[in-house]
């Protein structure tokens, strides 16, 4: 097996990759074209530099699969306001931190795999072409960049000490900036100077105007290259070795959770469905210290935020049928033969 020593940097572009790469194994064969399809392929970590504007996200907190939260649709609707405005408060903690941070020295952002995947055909992408939500999906700060990006793992004890809650995974961030002004005839000039200071190329935007509030939103589209995407080096060992063909003792970081990947007969979507479901029963069965949670219970959360998460195209048509994918690791009381006795 090849010992990949790739500590010298931290991160890499990918024709920086391509090139350490042809040189580290003296050949010529790797370009960043292929590196990407192949990143795609095994859903290996992207990322681009960001810089000079903000984002709003859409979170799934780690209290989300608690007995609390599954009761919601029986909580009063005092209770259901409540419980609203206490993750509208965290939502927005968490957004002002990390666009504090994509203001100041600037953030690395994970980058859905399915916003890039016709890259290696046009070279170039429009997020005008993307779903709202289907563009970014974590954030490293440029000095952790060793940690978990999905679930926002460098924020994790601040949250915990200030809600006893943190970032179970992110769904999506939203890109935007905020222009605030005071005259009228000084806005055209505030937009454009803030369209030129933005790390990634603008190339169209959506304004709302509040008037009342002397702000203008804006919602950017970008134009994202081939020169824009990062790796990470840790990513990048991984991608080699599987690249290579080689055993991996640590398999590659996905949105949640490390996935073995392979298995024959079982295609890349299926694999990582059912590694998330066994991760979310895993979680709720540990959590679940009344013995309550059956196997039928928990086919369906899970099937439930799976679904949720995009995955219905891997899901079977009845959360029932999710059995075979959790029964290994049900803990005994979970059996539909009956509950255990007190």
């Known amino acids: 097996m090849f010992n990949l020593n790739i500590g010298q940097f931290s991160y890499y572009k990918l024709q920086e ?3 350490f790469l042809n040189v580290k194994h003296a050949t010529q064969n790797t370009t960043p074209i292929k590196l990407l399809k192949k990143a795609i392929e095994y859903k290996v970590r992207l990322f681009i530099y960001g810089k000079n504007f903000s984002i709003d996200g859409d979170y799934v907190f780690e209290s989300f699969l608690s007995k609390e939260n599954q009761k919601y649709s029986d909580m009063s609707e005092a209770e259901k306001l409540e419980r609203r405005e206490y993750n509208k408060k965290i939502n927005g903690v968490i957004d002002d931190m990390l666009s504090e941070l994509l203001n100041d020295r600037g953030a690395f952002l994970q980058i859905k795999n399915e916003a890039i995947e016709t890259l290696p055909l046009i070279h170039k992408i429009d997020t005008q072409n993307i779903g709202e939500g289907d563009l970014f999906e974590g954030l490293l700060p440029i000095d952790n960049l060793k940690a978990e990006s999905n679930n926002l793992e460098f924020i994790k004890p601040y949250l915990l000490n200030k809600f006893n ?35 990634l190329k603008i190339i169209d935007y959506f304004c709302v105007h509040k008037e009342e509030n002397k702000l203008l939103i804006i919602e950017p589209y970008f134009e994202i290259t081939l020169d824009d995407l990062i790796i990470l080096d840790d990513d990048l060992v991984k991608l080699e070795q599987l690249i290579l063909g080689n055993d991996i003792t640590e398999n590659i970081q996905t949105n949640f959770s490390p996935i073995t990947l392979g298995r024959k007969g079982l295609s890349q979507g299926k694999a990582l469905a059912q590694h998330i479901a066994r991760h979310i029963a895993e979680k709720e069965w540990q959590a679940d210290k009344g013995q309550e949670v059956r196997m039928s219970d928990m086919t369906n959360i899970v099937w439930a935020k799976l679904h949720k998460l995009g995955f219905s195209n891997e899901l079977p048509d009845q959360a029932r049928s999710l059995k075979p994918w959790i029964r290994d690791i049900a803990p005994d009381y979970a059996s539909e033969a009956g509950r255990p006795q007190s």
Do not use: M, Q, R, W
């Not at 939203?174 to 369209?195: F, M, T």
């Open 165 to 199: 809650n943190s970032v179970g995974f992110t769904l999506a961030h939203y890109p935007k900036i905020e222009i605030y002004y005071d005259l009228e005839e000084e806005l055209d000039a505030a937009l454009n100077n803030a369209i030129e200071k933005c790390s």
């Open 17 to 19: 990759a391509s090139d």
